[in-house]
């Protein structure tokens, strides 16, 4: 049997479990004291613990162990979405982008945009369960909802090692991802409505440094496409 994981943001000041994995130790696994767990902090570390006390409220655990520990990666993916009218697809998006190994998911809304709102408590909750599902190390920064006019200017803040990029709909088509990708950047990725920019938004977008790109022939669906750009990223 595989040793149950758990996430714990500060497992090494705070030996419990929040009441909602508690709740899953307690009432769903139906743990028991001794029993060992492994506990994913977020933030490039895994732990072997036992548990020390089993409730429903509040678990505690002992005999904290640094299993595994990676430091950061050289590069960074934040992943920039203008949300779905159908919200199943954006937590489906945040699970498998959270599998993948993004870094933060923000979303925004453009003047195409199918929804001008979002709550971000469920989308932790689902980005918690893919980081537990896949033991990667790294929790993604969820963002809440902003207008792309706060995003358009990001380029013309000096950041050092940071590269904008903008998922594109053109004809002829814009150059692939994988030719623009400079290695060991923040890479900032855009991926708008799936009514694309307004022509506005795309020439302020190109104004202000947002260098554009093509995922290929096929027009993807929202979710697709941000999926498809963080895996192209990692390969590269």
Same mark, same amino acid.
């Given at each position: 049997?595989?040793?149950?994981?758990?996430?714990?943001?500060?497992?090494?000041?705070?030996? %419990?479990?929040?009441?909602?994995?508690?709740?899953?130790?307690? $009432?769903?696994?139906?743990?028991?004291?001794?029993?060992?767990?492994?506990?994913?902090?977020?933030?490039?570390?895994?732990?072997?613990?036992?548990?020390?006390?089993?409730?429903?409220?509040?678990?505690?655990?002992?005999?904290?162990?640094?299993?595994?520990?990676?430091?950061?990666?050289?590069?960074?993916? *934040?992943?920039?979405?203008?949300?779905?009218?159908?919200?199943?697809?954006?937590?489906?998006?945040?699970?498998?982008?959270?599998?993948?190994?993004?870094?933060?998911?923000?979303?925004?809304? *453009? $003047?195409?945009?199918?929804?001008?709102?979002?709550?971000?408590? $469920?989308?932790?909750?689902?980005?918690?369960?893919?980081?537990?599902?896949?033991?990667?190390?790294? @929790?993604?920064?969820?963002?809440?909802?902003?207008?792309?006019?706060?995003?358009?200017?990001?380029?013309?803040?000096?950041? @050092?090692?940071?590269?904008?990029? %903008?998922?594109?709909?053109?004809?002829?088509?814009?150059?692939?991802? %994988?030719?623009?990708?400079h290695k060991n950047m923040n890479f900032n990725i855009l991926i708008g409505p799936?009514?694309?920019?307004?022509?506005?938004?795309?020439?302020?977008?190109?104004?202000?440094?947002?260098?554009?790109? *093509? @995922?290929?022939?096929?027009?993807? $669906?929202?979710?697709?496409?941000?999926?498809?750009?963080?895996?192209?990223?990692?390969?590269?």
């Open positions: 049997m595989s040793c149950p994981v758990f996430y714990a943001s500060e497992p090494e000041l705070k030996y %419990f479990l929040s009441e909602e994995e508690s709740f899953h130790a307690c $009432r769903v696994l139906r743990l028991k004291i001794g029993d060992q767990i492994q506990i994913l902090n977020g933030k490039g570390k895994r732990f072997q613990a036992e548990l020390e006390f089993v409730d429903s409220k509040k678990t505690t655990f002992k005999s904290l162990l640094v299993l595994e520990e990676i430091k950061k990666p050289k590069y960074g993916i *934040s992943l920039w979405v203008a949300p779905t009218k159908q919200m199943e697809r954006m937590e489906w998006m945040v699970e498998k982008c959270t599998e993948l190994g993004i870094h933060s998911i923000g979303f925004f809304h *453009s $003047r195409y945009s199918e929804r001008k709102e979002i709550k971000i408590n $469920r989308l932790e909750k689902i980005a918690i369960s893919a980081l537990k599902q896949s033991k990667n190390l790294f @929790l993604p920064e969820i963002r809440p909802m902003i207008s792309i006019k706060e995003i358009i200017p990001l380029p013309m803040t000096p950041r @050092l090692l940071n590269q904008y990029l %903008f998922a594109h709909i053109a004809d002829p088509a814009d150059q692939p991802l %994988f030719k623009i990708l799936e009514g694309d920019f307004s022509r506005e938004e795309s020439d302020s977008l190109l104004a202000n440094s947002w260098l554009p790109f *093509s @995922l290929g022939k096929a027009i993807l $669906r929202t979710e697709t496409a941000c999926i498809a750009a963080t895996h192209s990223i990692h390969l590269i």
